[in-house]
């Protein structure tokens, strides 16, 4: 039912989407992945050889919004933290993805990485696009099941913020808006359940819309800010730590 609510902010958003740049060259990794015998040896191995960190998602992960998103996208504030000895990280965000389309653009050049911690933040755009639900959950499975079956990576995925206050949304219906998120956090939820060990959520639901203010949203109304996306970092980072990766605070 939100999809004709939505219709209107994917209209809006695209021109936001359209000029966005592509992301940076992925760059190639020098460090081997832990095997699936090694994964319980110890912590201790996975510091001393660093941590291959791979980003994949859409404007949000490529940083545009940011005053300089090459440092100051979210998963760039993360990479700063890996400990020292790490690969640089790979940035494979692509402005204006959908979640099926990433599945081929971004989820091979992930694997071919042999990265150990990856994080997925792709959704807003589905959203907006009125893309449903079991559409949006079926292309995401195809990212989370290939990165579980073809790599040794721990996978945070992040969900749907609480979108109700970002000033691009100020003309749809909040409760469709409302219902068509917690449709999509459901829907990651469960991907993620199948996989618990490997598959973490990282809740950007949780608080999020008392976050949004002039200074955590860019000046298009729709991007985060050099503020936001420190807070979304934090989000991500501390679900990392909390599951094991060392990150420095």
Request: net charge neutral; aromatic share 6%.
């Amino acid at each position: 039912m939100w999809k004709v609510e939505l219709a209107i902010v994917t209209v809006i958003c695209g021109a936001f989407v359209s000029a966005c740049s592509a992301a940076p060259t992925a760059q190639p990794s020098q460090t081997p992945v832990p095997t699936a015998s090694q994964t319980g040896a110890a912590a201790t191995a996975t510091v001393a050889s660093g941590i291959k960190y791979v980003a994949i998602g859409a404007s949000d992960t490529v940083g545009v919004g940011a005053s300089d998103p090459a440092k100051g996208s979210w998963p760039a504030i993360v990479a700063s933290r890996l400990p020292a000895g790490s690969p640089p990280y790979t940035n494979l965000g692509v402005s204006g993805s959908l979640a099926m389309q990433a599945v081929t653009q971004q989820l091979p050049g992930a694997i071919a990485q042999r990265p150990n911690v990856v994080s997925v933040w792709l959704a807003v755009n589905d959203l907006n696009a009125t893309i449903e639900p079991a559409s949006f959950a079926e292309s995401l499975s195809q990212i989370v099941d290939g990165l579980v079956q073809k790599s040794e990576a721990t996978i945070f995925v992040g969900d749907v913020p609480d979108l109700r206050a970002v000033p691009v949304y100020a003309g749809v219906d909040k409760a469709r808006l409302l219902a068509g998120i917690q449709a999509y956090n459901d829907a990651i939820a469960k991907i993620a359940a199948r996989n618990p060990a490997r598959v973490k959520v990282v809740d950007l639901f949780t608080g999020s819309a008392a976050l949004v203010s002039s200074g955590t949203v860019s000046p298009d109304g729709f991007h985060p800010s050099d503020e936001g996306y420190r807070l979304i970092a934090e989000r991500f980072a501390s679900a990392m730590r909390a599951n094991g990766v060392p990150l420095r605070v």
